[in-house]
Nanobody, 122 residues
Framework: QVQLVESGGGLVQPGGSLRLSCAAS????????RGWFRQAPGKEREFIAA????????LYGDSVKGRFTISRDNAKDTVYLQMNNLKLEDTAVYYC???????????????WGQGTQVTVSS
């Protein structure tokens, strides 16, 4: 069992930045790839970014390309999502997920965190 804990969410003005973190409760030798998704009220869960264990496979959703950056520190079992130039439409609960492969498909992730709220508002 892998537990994921997100942190770093909060309230930010449009154009601002936030960095989300996703820490794993224990090291896993299998579910090492990570993804970030978000879900706004009344909307479907949306793929944001994914990264493989080695960092050689990185994917981004179209809505965040050029603004968000995913990275990881394997020594800390932590994945980060740097979010720059935030927009009102980025407001959502952001979830971290762990799986066998970095992918855009939410159904292929095996473990999920509880989520962290990001609110972009002036």
């Amino acid at each position: 069992q892998v537990q994921l804990v997100e942190s770093g969410g909060g309230l930010v003005q449009p154009g601002g930045s936030l960095r989300l973190s996703c820490a794993a409760s224990r090291r896993t030798f299998t579910y090492n790839d990570r993804g970030w998704f978000r879900q706004a009220p009344g909307k479907e869960r949306e793929f944001i970014a994914a990264i493989s264990i080695s960092g050689d496979r990185i994917l981004y959703g179209d809505s965040v390309k050029g603004r968000f950056t995913i990275s990881r520190d394997n020594a800390k079992d932590t994945v980060y999502l740097q979010m720059n130039n935030l927009k009102l439409e980025d407001t959502a609960v952001y979830y971290c997920a762990a799986g066998l492969m970095a992918t855009t498909e939410s159904g292929r992730y095996d473990y999920w965190g509880q989520g962290t709220q990001v609110t972009v508002s002036s």
